[in-house]
């Protein structure tokens, strides 16, 4: 779908469109005038060609012209991508299971061999330890430009980046979010939600009861309900988890690391790079030591990030005839991959039992008792590791540099702030629905209705995710850069105003 033009209605008219110098001489019209104008331009654009245009995936539009080259960082969107379908899978599937918290054999044979309780192959059916990952390439994707403008010394350029950083970051993070909460609120007040309410009572699922908000007896008390929440929830500095969809409490926290990441930006911005590097571990080592693991992603991925522009400055330097033929050794390529393993190893500690599950017996023992939790430690060295890898290899970031996954990549933040509600209304129908058909007295009656019921769950949330993406996540980016250039002084100074 061709997404409108910069002056168009579509795309904030308000904002770009041309202001009307004082004595030009124009004829000034009437607000009604004016009204009907933008009523008849919306009425012309909701024909049924357009709605069907607009409801239809972005992957099944007609293209035009040869496709863009892949960027050399693609493989950062794959890789969310698939993590953030992992966490859609997470919060579907433990609604009807348990034992995925469990370490492989850690029960003493009861409940604990299981193959989904097995390091690696549990990171599918997991969530906790994708949120470590997304941390991690949220720090490298804030800190690319940044840490390449700081190196070349360009400070102009470094100031006006961070600029936009800060400026737009809060619009990025949660008008998406709060459109989807909006809807979240209408459907509960046209019952939508009951159902989902009424089992959450009395559960009668295997799995996890998943805390969900409260239907109230009337529409007022439900939207009064509904703004008390979602202003708490805008709050950074007192991160929760809203009845409405409690998977956003990840949202604050973005929120609140990423600002705090643009301070360490600004801080070590103008010091020699070994310094820089230097104080960036140290940085990161005293976050994990306080137990602040969350900011400490963040800062690995700042890291991570100068590792990167590293590389690219080292293959840059090669001469011509050289950068053919550098390619790692087959040393090299197996120690990364070696890393890679042992990465998505200590990412898939388990939750429960941990102290004598395989693989993680001993970790547990000598976690030292600084640390609060010894999954959530081992766990975000190990996202930070398994991205470093990825980073080092070309071979390991191949998966996640392929056309689906850059897709997915394109709508993993709408996925992510559609799939709660989604689950709660159509998923759990759908599994009910399955169950008349295949009984859920049995353990194949029951998997196999979980299983058949997530097929068309998924279609209806990846479409609606690309729906989301094509609407109202690409239109709010573009909303944050618009008001970015239209009030900055710059902008003001253009066009011959006071500031």
């Not at 960027?71 to 299971?97: E, I, K």
């Not at 360490?264 to 911005?269: C, D, E, H, K, R």
């Amino acid at each position: 779908m061709a997404f409108p033009s910069r002056a168009s209605l579509d795309a904030a008219p308000l904002l770009e469109a041309q202001v009307e110098q004082k004595g030009s001489g124009a004829s000034s019209r009437s607000i009604s005038s004016k009204a009907m104008e933008v009523l008849n331009i919306f009425t012309r654009k909701l024909t049924y060609r357009s709605i069907t245009t607009t409801l239809r995936p972005s992957f099944l539009q007609p293209t035009t012209g040869s496709p863009k080259p892949q960027h050399p960082t693609a493989w950062l969107d794959g890789l969310r991508g698939f993590a953030s379908f992992f966490v859609f899978l997470y919060h579907y599937q433990h609604l009807f299971h348990k034992a995925f918290n469990m370490g492989y054999g850690g029960n003493k044979g009861r409940n604990d061999h299981w193959i989904i309780q097995l390091p690696i192959i549990r990171l599918i059916f997991t969530g906790g330890p994708m949120v470590s990952i997304f941390w991690v390439l949220s720090g490298v994707s804030l800190s690319l430009k940044p840490i390449q403008l700081a190196r070349a010394q360009n400070w102009d350029k470094f100031f006006d980046t961070l600029f936009s950083s800060v400026f737009r970051r809060a619009m990025r993070l949660y008008m998406p979010v709060m459109f989807v909460q909006t809807c979240v609120l209408i459907m509960t007040l046209m019952g939508m939600f009951n159902h989902a309410f009424a089992l959450s009572q009395d559960w009668p699922f295997s799995g996890t009861n998943e805390k969900m908000h409260v239907v109230k007896d009337t529409n007022y008390e439900q939207i009064k309900d509904w703004v008390t929440v979602m202003w708490a929830f805008l709050n950074p500095f007192r991160p929760f988890r809203p009845g409405y969809d409690p998977h956003l409490w990840t949202i604050p926290f973005e929120f609140r690391n990423s600002i705090i990441l643009f301070a360490t930006l600004v801080g070590f911005s103008k010091l020699r790079a070994k310094i820089r590097i230097g104080l960036t571990i140290a940085l990161w080592a005293y976050c994990m030591m306080v137990n602040e693991g969350d900011v400490a992603l963040f800062i690995a991925g700042m890291g991570i990030a100068e590792y990167m522009l590293i590389q690219d400055e080292n293959s840059q330097q090669l001469p011509s005839g050289e950068k053919t033929d550098n390619q790692p050794s087959r040393r090299a390529r197996a120690a990364w991959a070696t890393v890679a393993i042992i990465g998505l190893h200590l990412l898939s500690f388990p939750a429960w039992n941990k102290e004598h599950a395989l693989g993680y017996e001993t970790l547990t023992n000598i976690t030292p008792a600084i640390f609060n939790s010894a999954e959530l430690t081992w766990g975000r060295l190990g996202a930070a590791l398994f991205v470093l890898a990825l980073c080092s290899s070309a071979e390991l970031r191949r998966p996640f540099q392929t056309p689906f996954a850059i897709y997915m990549g394109k709508i993993s933040f709408p996925l992510y702030i559609v799939h709660g509600p989604v689950n709660h209304t159509l998923g759990l129908v759908l599994v009910e629905s399955a169950f008349l058909l295949t009984g859920r007295d049995t353990f194949v009656g029951y998997e196999t209705g979980v299983i058949v019921s997530f097929v068309p769950l998924a279609i209806v949330v990846v479409w609606l995710a690309d729906l989301l993406m094509r609407t109202i996540d690409i239109p709010s980016v573009r909303f944050g850069r618009t008001l970015q250039n239209r009030w900055a002084v710059a902008a003001v100074q253009q066009r011959g105003r006071p500031i």
